[in-house]
């Protein structure tokens, strides 16, 4: 970026130079026009007053006169003589012949010299001979008295002789006198016209000129007026902008300042006139040098740089400004400086009020985050314990069913209680904007599979036949994503599905379809034969807490918050969620993600892993645990599940413990006093006994970020509060699946899934009622001469699909269609297939069993 | 007898009028200039004559100068006009000068000053003839001047003059 030159002030237009010559050549031309022909007018006047010769006419006119006085005088010589030599006039007479006669001969004398100096016009040499006439008689005229007078006749002749060609000469002469003036008078009068001519011509010009340099004068008024109007609007400008102008000469001095100047920087303007920006003690960061670099154009001359610098008042204080600079030539074209500043301390305070503003707002959410995490956590607490209360009330056998019935209640409650904390704190967890946990692989027909399963008993208990369809899932349906989102809103959508409808239908599709750069769109549908949806409905459906009746609420026991977490776990995922319904023709909501194709060389994303078979080797458990009523619970229910346990109420004794004796499970609470849980972990791993031994955590803290501190900390395995039984049981059977002491039932009879589904979400004398009642119902559908009707079958072939006799429930059912049609049932295939099926169930129950009279004992 | 010398003295400054032929020396020679009309001094009947000794005797100018009569430039030497009337006790306002051919031109005494014109009896220091304009020549010095170059002074510049008459 070059910085700006200043455009160099031109030295005025050309045109207005070949103006100037077209004027000034012409009135030169005039002008010397004009004095070539003054000075020829003034020449000729000169010569008419010199003079430069006496009145020729006379001088020739005169030769006539003196030709006939000399003729008198020798006409009366001649008479003298007549009268005798001794005449006394005789002598004066011939003196006055020789006078007369030197006059004529200095006449001649005269015109012989004019005529050879002038070449005049009479070219018929008249005047040399007149003097050569004069000469020859010159020398009569000289002789004695005696001899001139005898030679007056000779002389009187001679001069008669003379007396016409004078005549003619001097007449001529005239004559060329008259023609010679005509002449003159001729050429004085053209010279008088050239000079009125060129007098014309230079008054023409000198008018020409005299109106154009009117003109150019009233135009350079009008720049003038027009600049200094210019200026004075500068002047103006500067003088009310509310911003600080300082305008500096080439020397850096101050030249202008403006009224803000003064105000912003609390001097006067006396203070700064004249005075080097950087002596001025405006702004610090205005040194010599850098003013130098300003002027000499350098980077920061860019009107369009802003710089923040340092301004400073004249009582000392600092304060920011925002400055700009600009460079230009005044008027002369000298080199100026301008800097414009604004004082942006306002602004600059008003940002840091916006940022504290901010900040507040952002702790307040914080606040807001640790208020639910801290109210999760203690609300979650009590529920541990009433929940885990009511698991051991459930497994005391000695209930009477209307106490049973009760606790149900309470069981339920509690669960929902829990399940709306759970919901609210995902709905927290969602808006807190947390980062994302890194995406895993996923496979997804296994995740829905797993979410369709788990599903189905909710399904059968509102009556609904429940169906999934993934084979738009492709071959392998491995991709990468976040599987607990994913998670989430299938369950919701499924769960929300089955809720509102009975005795319908509900079914879950899903595909995955190309997208660009190998990534793969997933779109999964939820469609249910329940009441529908009014169109007006569908947006408000996904709103927080927003239910179409709250009767139905109720009764499906939702939050409200289902939908809502929905939609915020599909957004942060980058897809979109709908709802295609009308009321009475059930509803389809549907979402759509984008996910990362699958990383194959990562290692194998484990599902989380199906319930097994309870573990029934009695395990020796360690735990930590400062809160009374937890330790209590939580060692009631691993004594329940038959296990050896060992109490601790703090980190520093669970490690004491841990060291001291060999330990097959440690489960510590985080938080606690003395030495917290992931401390501990760390240091039970160490070394001891128990080094080996598998470590829990537990927490009542759900947040993502904090369960992730945990793990990070050293406890890898982290469940949280409450403590269930069948959290317990699941969590165990993960750790110390013993495959030797399960019973591998015969492929095909029982699918042991389902009585491990069972043990997992029922107590289990529960499963041992469930499993009593099934055996004592199909031991009567066997008994020998028993003819059951077809209802007695259906009962039968219902116990047998809960307990997970399959075949036995495939058989019974076609037995029972069997009868309806009419036709005779298999009554020995029957009974030998509940033979085969009977020993399994019946090892189960005493497994069972066993669980609950070790919690008893 | 001084005292009468002194008397006639007193009485001929004092009426120069009546002072006739008499108070002025007799030219010598052939006179050659004659001044007439209101003159102080005579040496004949109400004139003052001069010869060529008579204007020789008097303080001399000489300068050199063309003229329009003549070629080069030439020395005229000669009195004064002013002082020729002077020597003749001129007085009066004007003088009309005569030449012999009679040709004459008048005078403003007001516009003779003291050393010009000068009545030239030589050129080039030899006195000349009637046929060369002589013997006296009413010379200006022209080419001192612009002023002396003018019609006037030229139609002033007699030649051959003869005669000097004065009045009022």
């Known amino acids: ?857 | 007898m001084r005292g009468l010398v002194v008397l006639i003295l007193t009485i001929c400054l004092a009426l120069p009028g009546l002072a006739r032929a008499g108070d002025m020396a007799q030219p010598s020679g052939t006179p050659i200039l004659r001044v007439d009309g209101l003159v102080g001094h005579t040496n004949a009947e109400g004139a003052a004559l001069f010869d060529l000794a008579m204007l020789d005797s008097l303080p001399q100018e000489t300068f050199t100068t063309s003229t329009i009569w003549t070629d080069g430039r030439l020395s005229f030497s000669g009195p004064s006009l002013a002082a020729v009337l002077a020597a003749a006790g001129a007085t009066g306002t004007r003088v009309v000068a005569r030449a012999v051919n009679d040709y004459s031109v008048e005078i403003p005494l007001a516009e003779i000053d003291a050393r010009f014109p000068i009545l030239a009896t030589r050129i080039d220091g030899k006195t000349f003839g009637v046929r060369d304009k002589g013997p006296i020549w009413i010379v200006y010095p022209y080419d001192a001047e612009a002023s002396f170059r003018t019609e006037v002074n030229f139609g002033r510049s007699v030649w051959q003059l003869a005669v000097l008459t004065l009045a009022d």
């Open chain 1, 1 to 857: 970026m070059a910085p700006p030159r200043p455009a160099a002030v031109e030295a005025g237009p050309p045109r207005r130079g070949l103006l100037l010559l077209g004027i000034v050549v012409p009135m030169m031309l005039g002008i010397g026009f004009a004095l070539a022909a003054l000075w020829e007018i003034g020449r000729q006047l000169d010569s008419a007053r010199s003079a430069q010769s006496d009145n020729m006419t006379w001088t020739v006119a005169q030769l006539e006169v003196d030709l006939l006085v000399h003729v008198v005088a020798l006409e009366r010589a001649a008479a003298a003589v007549s009268a005798g030599d001794a005449a006394p006039g005789l002598a004066p007479a011939l003196a006055e012949v020789r006078r007369s006669f030197d006059v004529l001969y200095s006449r001649a004398v005269i015109l012989d010299r004019r005529s050879r100096l002038h070449e005049g016009p009479d070219t018929t040499g008249f005047e040399a001979r007149l003097m050569r006439r004069m000469a020859d008689l010159a020398a009569q005229v000289d002789q004695p008295d005696a001899d001139l007078a005898q030679d007056l006749p000779a002389l009187r002749r001679a001069m008669d002789g003379l007396r016409p060609m004078a005549r003619d000469y001097v007449l001529s002469t005239l004559q060329d006198y008259l023609s010679q003036g005509d002449r003159r008078r001729a050429e004085l009068r053209d010279l008088l016209h050239g000079f009125v001519g060129g007098g014309v011509v230079l008054l023409v010009f000198l008018s020409s000129a005299v109106w154009l340099i009117l003109i150019l004068f009233r135009a350079e008024r009008r720049r003038a007026i027009q600049g200094e109007r210019v200026s004075s609007n500068l002047r103006s400008t500067i003088e009310a902008s509310l911003d600080a102008m300082i305008v500096a000469d080439a020397d850096g001095r101050v030249l202008h300042y403006n009224t803000a100047a003064a105000r912003i920087f609390g001097r006067d303007r006396a203070a700064v006139a004249a005075c080097p920006l950087w002596r001025a003690g405006l702004v610090e960061d205005l040194t010599e040098a850098r003013v130098r670099d300003l002027l000499d154009g350098g980077a920061d001359a860019d009107p369009a740089t802003r710089r923040t610098l340092t301004g400073l008042r004249a009582d000392g204080t600092r304060f920011p400004v925002e400055a700009s600079f600009a460079r230009d030539l005044d008027a002369d074209g000298r080199l100026l400086l301008m800097c414009f500043l604004r004082d942006v301390s306002a602004e600059r305070e008003a940002e840091a009020a916006l940022r504290r503003a901010r900040d507040d707002a952002l702790e307040a959410a914080r606040a807001k985050s640790r208020f639910l995490a801290v109210m999760s956590h203690e609300m979650r607490t009590p529920l541990n314990g009433a929940i885990a209360a009511l698991d051991i009330l459930q497994a005391d056998p000695a209930l009477a069913d209307r106490q049973r019935r009760f606790l149900d209640v309470a069981r339920r409650s509690s669960e929902m209680a829990l399940e709306q904390i759970d919901d609210v704190l995902e709905v927290t967890r969602l808006d807190a904007d947390e980062a994302a946990p890194p995406p895993a692989d996923i496979d997804l027909r296994l995740l829905l599979e797993q979410i369709v399963d788990q599903n189905r008993p909710l399904a059968a208990a509102r009556r609904n036949r429940l169906e999934a369809d993934l084979s738009g899932l492709g071959a392998t349906a491995r991709v990468r994503g976040q599987r607990r989102l994913l998670q989430r809103v299938a369950v919701n959508l499924l769960g929300n599905a089955i809720k509102f409808t009975e005795g319908g239908a509900v079914r879950l599709t899903a595909r995955l379809d190309p997208l660009p750069e190998g990534r793969q769109m997933l779109r999964v549908e939820v469609t249910d034969t329940g009441p529908g949806i009014a169109t007006d409905q569908h947006e408000a459906i996904f709103q927080d807490f927003r239910t179409l009746d709250s009767s139905d609420t109720r009764a499906a026991g939702g939050t409200g918050l289902g939908l809502g977490i929905a939609r915020r776990a599909v957004h942060q995922m980058g897809g979109h969620i709908w709802l295609d319904s009308r009321p009475g023709n059930g509803a389809t909501f549907g979402f759509e993600v984008p996910l990362d194709p699958a990383d194959l060389s990562a290692a194998e994303d484990a599902p989380t892993p199906a319930p097994s078979p309870a573990v029934t080797r009695p395990l020796d458990v360690l735990i930590a645990e400062d809160s009374d009523v937890n330790r209590a619970v939580l060692t009631e229910m691993l004594r329940l599940l038959g296990h050896h346990v060992v109490e601790t109420c703090n980190g520093r004794e669970a490690v004491d413990a841990a060291a001291a004796q060999r330990f097959d499970v440690v489960i510590l609470d985080v938080a606690m006093p003395v030495m917290d849980g992931v401390e501990a972990a760390r240091h039970i791993r160490a070394g001891g006994a128990s080094a080996r031994a598998h470590v829990v955590g537990l927490t009542a803290h759900a947040m993502a970020d904090e369960l992730a501190r945990i793990r990070a900390g050293g406890l890898p395995m982290v469940e949280v509060k409450p403590v269930t039984m069948a959290k317990l049981r699941r969590m165990l059977a993960g750790l110390r699946a013993d495959p030797a002491a399960d019973t591998p039932a015969p492929r095909g009879i029982i699918d042991p899934q389902v009585l491990a589904q069972l043990a997992g979400s029922l107590p289990a004398p529960a499963v041992v009622r469930i499993l009593d009642g099934a055996l004592a119902e199909i031991d009567a559908l066997c008994h020998a001469g028993a003819r059951p009707g077809p209802e007695d079958l259906h009962r039968g072939a219902g116990a047998a699909a809960l307990v997970g006799a399959v075949a036995l429930h495939r058989a019974l059912g076609v037995a029972e269609q069997a009868l309806r049609d009419g036709a005779g049932a298999d009554w020995d295939g029957l009974c030998s297939l509940w033979q085969a099926s009977r020993p399994v169930l019946r090892a189960e129950r005493a497994r069972l069993a066993g669980t609950v009279s070790a919690m008893s004992g």
